[in-house]
DNA sequence: ATATGTGCAAAGGGTTTGCAGATAT
DNA sequence: ATATCTGCAAACCCTTTGCACATAT
């Protein structure tokens, strides 16, 4: 419910944000390019340097997350649970994989290998889908 | 041996492309104004236009592998066998971290689910290094 | 009523391009 | 000798900023 995710931060509700939020959505991984031409057809007064700064206020309040891929603009998604991108070199396609166990895995050999204390992980595999093999 | 690496792939041997690798070498992970503003030292003429163009064909070569981490430009560094990069949120430093193992097997999860064909892995790892704890 | 958010236009940065002269093969 | 590379300047993005007006609380 993004208006319970806006309010929770102290981000005022407004048309931009939600058109915003719901073309993430509707998308999963979308570049902010990507979002102004969608959201134009629908609300032709919205202007690309708001949706620059509530991409950039909504990831503060870690509601969105940015996302960025091999030879790729960065794009946007919803602040979801830790998960892989696969994406695929042919036709772009991103596929999103929750792995916990292996993700944990990695993890914890690299704090066990470096005496860092991780926080996050951002991985990203790249691949031919099954469509295009 | 940076001069076959160039040969190899049909590219000139010229002063400006082994300074550029050089500077990459000496860094591991640096980004394109870290290599002007350090080259200019001892090659004044050097243009940021050259650092461009060529670090697009070596890249193009794989003989320099691009990376990208949250929250800044992007760097470069030599192609080197698959690894982590450990990044520290406080100070910025970045670990490299071979561990074959643990990314093989998160390879092999996400193709199992996935009937991806997978072909490389970028993992970056957020934490905090063993100094800034 | 007040703090925040929006849209516009201008400014700012980073990156790419075209071209003439220089250099590696 | 020739294809490629370099450096310069201009062009071209994409992103940020300042400000006046509008809107959510």
């Given at each position: 419910?993004?208006?319970?995710?806006?309010?929770?931060?102290?981000?005022?509700?407004?048309?931009?944000?939600?058109?915003?939020?719901?073309?993430?959505?509707?998308?999963?991984?979308?570049?902010?390019?990507?979002?102004?031409?969608?959201?134009?057809?629908?609300?032709?007064?919205?202007?690309?340097?708001?949706?620059?700064?509530?991409?950039?206020?909504?990831?503060?309040?870690?509601?969105?997350?940015?996302?960025?891929?091999?030879?790729?603009?960065?794009?946007?998604e919803l602040t979801k649970n830790p998960h892989i991108h696969l994406v695929c070199e042919k036709c772009g396609s991103i596929t999103d994989m929750e792995?916990?166990?292996?993700?944990?895995?990695?993890?914890?050999?690299?704090?066990?290998?470096?005496?860092?204390?991780?926080?996050?992980?951002?991985?990203?595999?790249?691949?031919?889908?099954?469509?295009?093999?």
């Amino acid at each position: 419910m993004f208006e319970k995710m806006l309010k929770d931060n102290h981000l005022k509700i407004t048309p931009q944000r939600l058109a915003i939020l719901k073309e993430i959505q509707k998308f999963g991984h979308i570049s902010i390019e990507e979002i102004y031409e969608n959201i134009k057809e629908s609300n032709p007064s919205m202007s690309l340097a708001t949706i620059y700064k509530n991409l950039a206020s909504m990831q503060e309040a870690r509601i969105v997350d940015e996302v960025k891929f091999p030879n790729q603009k960065q794009r946007y998604e919803l602040t979801k649970n830790p998960h892989i991108h696969l994406v695929c070199e042919k036709c772009g396609s991103i596929t999103d994989m929750e792995l916990e166990t292996p993700i944990q895995a990695l993890k914890d050999a690299c704090a066990n290998t470096s005496s860092y204390k991780i926080k996050e992980a951002s991985i990203v595999l790249i691949g031919i889908c099954e469509q295009c093999q």
